[in-house]
């Protein structure tokens, strides 16, 4: 029987937190990611055939479960995924010592784009290693093959040119003590070519603070990065109103932001005299809409995936999806995939806390979003949370156009595909 439980845990409990700020924790996540087994899905009078410790065991593991949703593709990941997938290999594949095109993944805070970002970057790296038989092929002989494909880096709160240089040798675990910011730059560089780095990701780069003594040695920094061979993607909230981009202008013909050269010697790089443009694509992580019916459709295909991984022992099919619940989680979330996924966690929680062991609207108003874990209020981080209540600030109730009446299946829940 699929219920069947052994007298250990069916899950290994999380050690200690991979912190992929390093090489070492990067490499971790990367191989361990898709390694969680969620718990059995069980019916009530199965778990009731438990011993007392089976029970606390599996109850632990669906709480395990609930708290490792996995990430699922969207509409606006996808388009993610394709801009950022071809940019990573095709730039990878470059013999000509040019610069590098870079991408800006751009959108509000909790919209998954630093998870986004990671997986595909993940997935690249994945095969990258399997084309170079995991070996470094820039590595002398004689010493260590190190190798790091990717580099994620998270901007400091309180950035600074010098600051972001710095995160990136810890990266690498790399010393600084004591350079100035060419002195970083140059240590950058080389830290990039001696671990065949092919993508540098840096995460809230609009904590990168434009003031006006800064602006320059921001701008110029970044100019930098981009002449070391690699992929620049850069992720953040509001990037276009951030000042990032003062220098910066599409091009008509092929809707790329363009950095000139600045005429200037203060870039930091061997290539100061070339004049090359530094370009980047911009693609945009935004949220769910509810406004036309293919966008509904999205997002119910979206809590179908979530419902399909909860493992409440009352859940029945449409929980998530019949009648007024898809327009509610909406109305909660405002389609903000993390302040959706904070819901669902929480609420499912209290459901096997309390024995409902199911999620409606009434478990979920007494559920509040909190959001926080050290997110940069002032950058723009975390997302203002809808209200709980059924009225608007107007007073007047929610729209129930999309609601079905009729107690069965909602009218605006994809079919499936014909075979």
Avoid at 2 to 19: K, M, Q, R
Avoid at 348 to 364: P, R, V
């Amino acid at each position: 029987m699929s219920g069947e439980l052994p007298d250990t845990a069916a899950f290994t409990l999380p050690g200690p937190v991979i912190a992929r700020e390093t090489a070492e924790g990067w490499s971790q996540w990367r191989s361990a990611r898709h390694s969680f087994t969620p718990a059995p899905r069980l019916s009530l009078a199965q778990w009731r055939t438990l011993s007392p410790r089976q029970r606390v065991l599996h109850d632990l593991h669906r709480a395990a479960t609930h708290a490792n949703l996995p990430i699922q593709e969207t509409p606006m990941s996808a388009a993610v995924a394709r801009v950022m997938g071809s940019r990573l290999f095709n730039n990878a594949l470059k013999h000509k010592p040019t610069t590098r095109a870079g991408l800006m993944v751009n959108g509000g805070g909790y919209q998954g784009k630093t998870e986004t970002v990671c997986e595909i970057a993940a997935a690249f790296e994945d095969q990258w290693l399997q084309l170079h038989q995991q070996v470094n092929p820039h590595a002398v002989p004689g010493t260590r093959d190190l190798h790091a494909t990717v580099a994620y880096v998270q901007t400091p709160v309180t950035a600074t040119p010098k600051s972001v240089s710095q995160a990136i040798l810890d990266f690498y675990g790399a010393p600084h003590k004591g350079m100035t910011l060419p002195q970083l730059v140059h240590a950058v560089r080389g830290s990039l070519y001696d671990h065949a780095t092919k993508v540098l990701i840096l995460d809230d780069i609009t904590r990168l603070r434009m003031h006006r003594e800064a602006d320059q040695d921001a701008l110029d920094l970044i100019r930098a990065l981009m002449s070391m061979h690699v992929t620049l993607v850069l992720v953040g909230v509001g990037i276009p109103a951030s000042g990032l981009l003062r220098e910066g202008g599409r091009d008509r013909a092929t809707g790329q932001i363009v950095f000139a050269q600045p005429r200037h010697a203060r870039t930091f790089t061997d290539e100061a005299a070339t004049q090359t443009e530094r370009r980047f694509d911009m693609v945009d992580l935004d949220p769910f809409r509810y406004d036309t019916p293919s966008a509904i459709a999205a997002w119910v295909t979206h809590l179908t995936g979530i419902e399909d991984n909860l493992r409440l022992l009352r859940a029945e099919p449409g929980m998530l999806t019949d009648g007024a619940m898809p327009e509610y989680l909406f109305r909660r979330t405002g389609g903000i995939v993390g302040l959706l996924e904070r819901l669902i966690e929480d609420g499912a929680s209290h459901a096997i806390d309390t024995g409902a062991e199911q999620l409606t609207t009434e478990l979920l108003d007494s559920i509040d979003i909190t959001l926080g874990n050290g997110r940069d209020h002032t950058a723009g981080e975390v997302p203002t949370v809808p209200p709980r209540s059924q009225r608007t600030a107007k007073g007047r109730r929610r729209n129930t156009v999309f609601d079905d009446h009729r107690g069965g299946v909602s009218p605006h829940q994809p079919t499936a595909s014909p075979a």
